[in-house]
């Protein structure tokens, strides 16, 4: 009887409208909370990916003229950052990927081949080298200019994740493979949403913890990244996938509005991720996206080919990989260790707790510079997005011809969405919301941490200096002359 009433209020009790509550709100909220919803939003995905892939495996080789290069190159990164800037990880609630790996995870029970990911697997120091190795790989073979290579790309992706999913439980593919996930996760720590309870006296009250558990009565599983909601904070590892939001039995979970990267300013335990601070594998993933907002976005300027034809010079060779070798080494190992260091050093030196490990301030202020960076990769990808935007309608067409339809002429001329006069305000808009998000966020751990105002403030202003030198940097590099890659306009 119990459970009957319980679903009963699942079904038809809606939780009333709250402005501030996304799964709330009419039409959106009634859509999301269908249960199917993000089945029917993968097989959307899904489709298109297919077209992407047909494309580039068979369609133009021009990058400009191929679905594969522009729609993932563009379209792809300019969503995913916006959506991710203005809602949260909406690309992990459609992602097409999901549909491989539920494959495999029922594969994988069927024969059962499913074991929990090793001991030694379970952290983010294997997903952080692959997104080291996989931009110099985008560097080395200019991934964006090619369409067959981008089709591969997305082959194997949807590969790996059938082959993960199918040996390891727990969602092991989006948890500690997932390059694209990595990045939704890191940039969704300064999204305004949250999944989170709407009532915490419900939670302490609620025995069959179903969000976790998964609901026997419905056969709903829980959630599958171990986020248990009653201590969930924030959005590092949340897919936003809405198991638990299905599962929960009393209506309790809600996709709410919060204030952006106001999750970095405290450190408690968190379900299934443990404290930040002392996790030297998430900091290492945080700094590796940190670092590579700079390192991609300066492989698109001038400066960067001139860099490497000194240092080809100096090694006396033609090749590429040993240079760019030396600027990856420079830039994801020398460079991040020397400036955080330095700057730990100096707050410690500062706030006069000379006992505390250099290594523990690294943690605890490493992921103030999160917002920062999250408004470099912004800038960067809205600079291809706002350029390039139009050119899908002209590959559309191009596609629809060479597949047997008659869409008319291609609109080649198609591109930008805004004047080429409001790109980089634009851009500095996004770099000044990232440094207004570091600043804070760096304050406010300070603060959390040192109780005593003159202190904390102290212990501060190193990363506040490091945070307006990584304006700087960003500024310096979205003032140079930058490839407008994949479009006709870039000439690739
Ligand atoms: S979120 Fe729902 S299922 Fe989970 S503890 Fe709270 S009330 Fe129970
Ligand atoms: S908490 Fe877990 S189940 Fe809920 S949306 Fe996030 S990943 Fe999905």
């Known amino acids: 009887m119990m459970s009957q009433s319980v679903v009963k209020i699942n079904q038809f009790d809606r939780a009333p409208f709250n402005a501030k509550d996304i799964l709330t709100w009419p039409i959106i909220g009634t859509f999301l909370r269908w249960r199917y919803s993000r089945r029917a939003m993968q097989a959307v995905l899904l489709i298109i990916t297919g077209f992407i892939i047909f494309d580039g495996l068979i369609g133009p080789p021009q990058a ?7 729609v993932t190159w563009i379209h792809y990164r300019g969503f995913v950052v916006l959506a991710l800037l203005l809602v949260g990880n909406l690309f992990c609630m459609a992602c097409p990927f999901m549909l491989p790996r539920e494959m495999g995870r029922r594969l994988g029970q069927v024969l059962g081949l499913q074991r929990s990911v090793p001991h030694v697997l379970r952290s983010k120091w ?21 369409p067959w290579l981008t089709a591969w790309i997305i082959t194997g992706y949807f590969l790996t994740a059938f082959a993960v999913d199918t040996f390891f439980r727990g969602a092991a593919f989006c948890k500690y493979v997932c390059l694209l996930g990595q990045f939704n996760f ?5 999204s305004p949403t949250e999944i989170k309870t709407r009532n915490s006296d419900t939670c302490a009250a609620c025995r069959a ?19 248990f909601q009653q201590n969930k904070t924030g959005n590092m590892d949340c897919t936003f996938c809405l198991d638990c939001v299905y599962a929960c039995p009393h209506d309790n979970i809600g996709l709410i509005a919060r204030i952006p990267a106001a999750e970095l300013c405290t450190d408690p335990r968190r379900a299934g991720i443990g404290q930040f601070g002392r996790r030297w594998d998430l900091a290492a993933l945080v700094v590796v996206l940190m670092f590579a907002a700079y390192l991609n976005a300066f492989g698109m300027i001038t400066p ?3 860099l490497q034809q000194t240092i080809s010079t100096w090694l ?24 955080l260091s330095a700057t730990g050093f100096f707050s410690r030196l500062l706030s006069g ?23 470099v ?7 291809h997005f706002l350029t390039g935007a139009l050119t899908l309608i002209p590959v559309t067409q191009s596609f629809l011809n060479d597949s047997g339809f008659n869409a008319g002429q291609p609109q080649w001329q198609l591109g930008p969405v805004v004047p080429a006069g409001w790109l980089f305000p634009i851009q500095i808009i996004f770099l000044y919301l990232g440094l207004f998000g570091s600043l804070a966020v760096g304050f406010q751990i300070a603060i959390n941490h040192y109780k005593v105002r003159h202190i904390a403030l102290r212990a501060f202003v190193p990363w506040g200096i490091l945070s307006l030198l990584m304006l700087a940097a960003a500024i310096w590099i979205m003032f140079q002359p930058m490839e407008m890659r994949g479009t006709i306009f870039g000439g690739v």
Request: proline share 5%; glycine share 6%; hydrophobic share 55%.
């Open 186 to 190: 890191f940039s969704s720590l300064s």
């Open 377 to 383: 990769w912004l800038a960067h990808y809205a600079f």
């Open 64 to 70: 400009p003229k191929n679905l594969a290069t522009v």
């Open 304 to 306: 960067v080919y001139a």
């Open 209 to 227: 913890k179903d969000c976790i558990a998964g609901n026997k009565l419905t056969g709903q599983r829980g959630c599958e990244l171990w986020l």
């Open 316 to 339: 006396n060779t033609t090749r590429e990989w040993p240079n760019l070798l030396i600027i990856f080494i420079v830039g994801f190992a020398i460079l991040p260790a020397a400036l």
């Open 353 to 375: 707790q000379s006992q505390e490990p250099l290594g523990l301030i690294i943690r605890r202020f490493t992921y103030a510079l999160a917002p920062m960076a999250f408004g």
């Open 126 to 146: 294997l997903v952080a080298a692959l997104l080291v190795i996989y931009f110099f790989l985008f560097e080395l073979y200019d991934l964006w200019a090619s």
